[in-house]
């Protein structure tokens, strides 16, 4: 399976940037997904990652090298609504329907 | 609203009681997935619907669950003889299966607890 790292939280203030790490190995890599999930929500998509390089969509840019096992989620010009949990979730080739998550990292965005 | 749709979003329940929760996904979605969520941790693979196909079984999966998806639209997922250990959050997701992408969907999911 794959062992999938990112850190338990982060804190940061309103407008500031932050930058979440995640760290996988996998024996069949077949994409990288970031999820946003409020407490007692639904994980929501974020980005999605396959190939290596930088994504940005609006505010939220995800970074992958899949030479490193590593991926991060970059959110720029924090808002307070940015406060949730932050899930890292890769697919494998060998079973390209399920996703293995990450424990997610919670960020509190402060005033 | 044509999110993923999940009832009920809270069950409280006795130890040995049955539960059942039902998802409708997002309409033409033929992928369903079945997580479950524990406080603190990311969600967990439970079992996969490819249309109306159960394709997949995680091991987390024991004989006391059962999942249907009748006709290959909505879903159930039943738990016989709840244990305390049942107590979590269940997310159903769906996607669809042939974009390379694969994007899967999450509803707001049905938090179990087992007295």
């Known amino acids: 399976g794959q062992n999938i790292d990112q850190p338990t939280e982060m804190t940061a203030t309103e407008g500031a940037i932050v930058q979440i790490n995640c760290t996988y190995q996998?024996?069949?890599?077949?994409?990288l997904f970031w999820y946003q999930q409020h407490a007692g929500e639904a994980p929501t998509f974020l980005s999605y990652?396959?190939?290596?390089g930088l994504e940005e969509k609006g505010r939220f840019s995800s970074f992958l090298s899949r030479s490193k096992g590593y991926s991060y989620l970059l959110l720029k010009e924090l808002q307070m609504k940015d406060s949730a949990s932050y899930l890292c979730?890769?697919?494998?080739?060998?079973?390209?329907?399920?996703?293995?998550f990450g424990a997610g990292t919670t960020v509190t965005v402060r005033a | 609203d044509t999110g993923v749709s999940q009832n009920p979003r809270h069950k409280i329940t006795k130890r040995g009681q049955n539960v059942t929760f039902r998802c409708d996904p997002i309409?033409?979605?033929?992928?369903l997935y079945w997580y479950r969520q524990t406080l603190g941790q990311g969600p967990e693979f439970l079992t996969y619907?490819?249309?109306?196909?159960?394709?997949?079984k995680s091991r987390l999966l024991s004989d006391r669950f059962s999942a249907e998806r009748p006709k290959g639209s909505f879903s159930t997922l039943e738990i016989q003889r709840t244990e305390q250990g049942d107590s979590a959050m269940y997310l159903c997701?769906?996607?669809?299966?042939?974009?390379?992408?694969?994007?899967?969907?999450f509803g707001a999911g049905t938090r179990l607890s087992v007295l």
């Open positions: 996998t024996s069949g890599f077949n994409g």
């Open positions: 979730a890769v697919r494998d080739k060998s079973n390209d329907y399920k996703l293995s």
């Open positions: 997701a769906s996607s669809v299966g042939v974009l390379a992408k694969n994007i899967q969907y």
């Open positions: 619907f490819q249309n109306e196909a159960q394709l997949e």
């Open positions: 990652n396959v190939l290596d």
């Open positions: 309409s033409e979605h033929n992928r």
